[in-house]
């Protein structure tokens, strides 16, 4: 009967025991969970570890916890604050993104600019070649314009018409002048003045008692009619 007492009485301390650490236990996770709870900050601020911290310049404080930097700038090494990115030499910035230099375009301060007869795509990642309209059918450098005097244009390029080359700066034609041993302009070469014939301004007239052939490159001896 008293073995049966005692056995009951440990067995009744050990529930209490056991429902002392259970209850222990609870509160501990009670207070590691509270502890755990996030601070929130305010709109333009951002959790600095523990403290709330003014957004950086050049940043965007989102959730009042953390914040990103805008485009062009990234996170210094600490963390606390944004930079601005810096690309290569041969790179280009594309949003926050140094981009490898795209073909024919030249690249400086993060920026890339197209060269010659070439012009930014509509979305401004590429170089594409320039089509001029109509009405202004010769590209110079990266600007359409008239086609020049005394010239033919076509694909965004002019050359001259005969007995016309090219200016020193590319820029219009001026008339074609033959040296006085190759007095005569034929098409666009210098040549000899043909026989029986006088030379001037680049052209030639053919002697009395002849005319020029009919290819207008030499002068033949004219015939008298019948009669």
């Known amino acids: 009967m008293k073995l049966k007492q005692i056995m009951t009485t440990a067995l009744m301390v050990t529930t209490v025991l056991v429902g002392v650490e259970s209850f222990a236990a609870t509160q501990t996770k009670t207070n590691v ?13 951002w959790l600095d570890g523990k403290t709330c911290t003014k ?15 805008v485009l062009g700038y990234k ?73 020049p005097a005394n010239a033919t244009c076509k694909d965004d390029r002019f050359t001259c018409n005969d007995g016309y080359k090219k200016s020193t700066d590319k820029t219009k034609c001026t008339k074609e002048k ?3 041993d190759k007095p005569w302009l034929d ?6 003045c043909p026989a029986n014939a006088t030379c001037k301004d680049d052209t030639f007239v053919c002697n009395d008692g002849y005319k020029k052939s009919a290819d207008k490159t030499k002068c033949t001896k004219e015939k008298c009619p019948a009669g």
């Open 75 to 147: 996170k210094k090494a600490d963390k606390k604050g944004c930079e601005a990115i810096t690309c290569a030499a041969n790179q280009w910035l594309d949003g926050s993104a140094c981009m490898p230099c795209p073909s024919n375009a030249v690249c400086k301060n993060n920026k890339f600019s197209c060269t010659g007869e070439y012009k930014k795509s509509a979305d401004g990642t590429k170089c594409t070649k320039e089509k001029c309209p109509t009405d202004k059918p010769w590209l110079d450098g990266n600007t359409c314009k008239a086609c």
């Open 33 to 45: 969970e509270a502890n755990k709870t996030t601070t929130t900050c305010k709109s333009n601020q």
């Open 178 to 180: 033959c040296p006085t």
């Open 55 to 69: 957004c950086p310049k050049y940043g965007v404080c989102k959730n009042g916890t953390s914040f990103s930097c």
């Open 187 to 192: 098409g666009k070469t210098c040549k000899a």
